[in-house]
């Protein structure tokens, strides 16, 4: 979670809006988010003159997700989380537009994202983090961050997308950047959005090259049915289809990491949970639902009050902004029993628990979920089935200084056959 920065007022620094993305809390943010949830669940307070209120309980936050009333603002230039109007990140497309234009988009890239494409990198998938295993075991020790949770998700989104692997690492660093960017300005200081500007242009000048080398010799990749939807008579314009090549590198790209890398730690921290899921793998799918609610890799969403609306009894006048503390609803002790514990059968049998929000709900859900679902699985199948211990070097994980999304920065670990 990201450290305010020095430029911002002492009261803004002590303000509780602030507290929740104090970088002191990274390694336990939890303790603080039950905190302010019971102190004020629908918290309103100021910044800079904008109104924006923390939604920390599940049902709120289930209310304001599925609300039309709420989306994000950013075409009537009236969102707090960026009220300069600055959308030079090349994730204004798909990512933060609203119905009608969202509904169109989403149609749009629906028709390529399908299940199929799904199956068909599942092989491809499995030979990769199997190759990724090998070099581990051998190597007795390894950053589970470096060596597994970034380069899986890396490769599979360059694969779809029609990207050649010698510029994996380029995206990578492009994904890093923008991913950091994608917080409240606020939270940002002068250098990271000159920084997420400059890795939009530079992606944004990637795209268009390989765009016009996809029109010339198209493949099966999302890029080139991308362009074929543009060329067709449901046309995607050009800025459009660029845009949403920014957002399906970074919402491919950064959840996955941070589900991978979050569930890895939650695995070693708990033994006895380790050991269920080492004695009945079919636990797996489950197991990594309750990896996304228990350390989710999204920790806020931020909306914007459209018109004038209600939620909990809290007034929402237009341009007023809704932070929802993802991490907090995803513990919310209405809604989950002992909602702190991990437990990895908790999404298992025929009344499994609430729906987690680690993917949102409503109309603007995870385009990419069925993706991160599908590399978290294979990843936990293999790393079970091929070693007999995980365990943690040194005891305390280092965090991204990030706030959005939330992940491990380095994870050492142990681990033998």
């Known amino acids: ?40 669940p629908l918290a309103g307070h100021d910044l800079a003159g904008h109104r924006v209120t923390l939604v920390t309980r599940h049902g709120d936050t289930a209310a304001v997700l599925q609300d039309p ?28 537009s609203d119905p009608p234009d969202h509904t169109r988009l989403r149609r749009l890239v629906s028709r390529t994202f399908t299940p199929g494409t799904l199956v068909e990198l599942a092989p491809d998938l499995t030979s990769f983090v199997a190759g990724l295993l090998d070099a581990a075991l051998e190597a007795g020790e390894i950053d589970a961050i470096r060596a597994l949770a970034r380069p899986v998700p890396t490769r599979m989104i360059c694969r779809l997308l029609g990207v050649p692997a010698a510029d994996e690492k380029i995206f990578g660093e492009w994904s890093e950047t923008l991913i950091r960017g994608i917080d409240p300005d606020f939270l940002l200081t002068p250098d990271e959005i000159t920084e997420r500007r400059r890795a939009a242009r530079e992606l944004d000048a990637y795209f268009r090259d390989l765009i016009a080398r996809v029109r010339v010799r198209p493949g099966t990749d999302l890029v080139s049915q991308l362009v074929a939807i543009h060329l067709g008579e449901d046309a995607l ?51 990594v639902e309750e990896m996304l609610r228990h350390d989710s890799p999204v ?66 859900y995870c385009l990419g979920a069925p993706l991160a679902r599908m590399e978290a699985e294979i990843i936990f199948r293999l790393l079970l089935e091929r070693t007999s211990e995980l365990a943690l070097i040194g005891s305390t994980p280092t965090y991204r200084n990030q706030s959005i999304i939330r992940g491990l920065q380095t994870l050492p670990l142990r681990l033998a056959a």
């Open 237 to 287: 314009t050009e800025s459009e289809v660029l845009a949403l090549c920014a957002v399906l590198l970074v919402a491919g790209h950064e959840t996955t990491v941070n589900l991978i890398g979050g569930g890895v730690l939650a695995l070693v921290q708990h033994p006895d949970q380790l050991a269920l899921l080492r004695a009945d793998p079919g636990l797996i799918p489950a197991a």
């Open 1 to 40: 979670m990201a450290t305010v920065p020095a430029s911002r007022s002492a009261s803004e620094r002590r303000s509780p809006l602030l507290a929740a993305f104090d970088a002191a809390r990274q390694v336990d943010p939890y303790s603080t988010y039950r905190a302010i949830r019971e102190a004020d």
């Open 69 to 96: 009333a709420f989306g994000h603002g950013y075409k009537e230039n009236i969102s707090p989380f960026r009220p300069d109007g600055d959308a030079d990140d090349g994730l204004e497309s798909l990512l933060r």
């Open 299 to 364: 920790q806020f969403i931020p909306r914007t009050a459209l018109r004038d609306t209600e939620v909990g009894g809290r007034q929402f006048r237009r341009g007023e902004g809704a932070l929802l503390l993802v991490g907090s609803a995803n513990r919310d002790p209405d809604a989950f029993d002992e909602p702190d514990r991990f437990l990895v059968a908790r999404y298992a049998g025929s009344t499994p628990a609430a729906r987690h929000f680690a993917f949102g709900t409503g109309v603007h």
